[in-house]
């Protein structure tokens, strides 16, 4: 467990905080996240403050989670996350049309992926986009799902990726060594 779990999980303006059952439901102006609380962890909710405490030291680890979980489900809910992906490669492109994202990245036709509910983008360049979402999972997911399509080859660093990922470029093969 970590020390932050010890301390309240703070809730701004406008979002709202109910333990249902085994649930924690966050709602706030981007949308609503649901949390499952496992056994052993008990949450309580104080004005705007939200207390992540364990029965006994056997659930430390399952303390802090639940804690990151609710933290992350209140900022998402409160301001969203947004992550932004770089196409590299020469030719290749994307064009963003609704919730669909049209890539072309070198295979022999365009590939169309669909953007799952709660996840949205918008086109800055033909080499970039950017994904917004209010939950964190999700949005990581999605970004893995579509890094998948072309992933990045260790040569020449072609392929698609996050914006500052740092990427390890491998020496070229040496011929009759």
Known sequence: MSRLASKPVVCGAGVAVTVV??????????GELAVTIPNGIEVKVEGSDVHVSRRDDSCKPLQGLVWSLVRNAVIGVSTGYSRKIEIVGKGWRST??????????GHSHPVDFKLPDGVSATQENPGSFTLFSHDKQLLGQTCADIQGIRPVEPYKLKGIRLQGQVLRQKARKAAGV
């Open 21 to 30: 059952g085994t649930l924690v439901k966050i709602k706030g102006p981007k």
């Open 96 to 105: 963003v049309k609704g919730n669909v994202i049209n890539l072309q990245v």
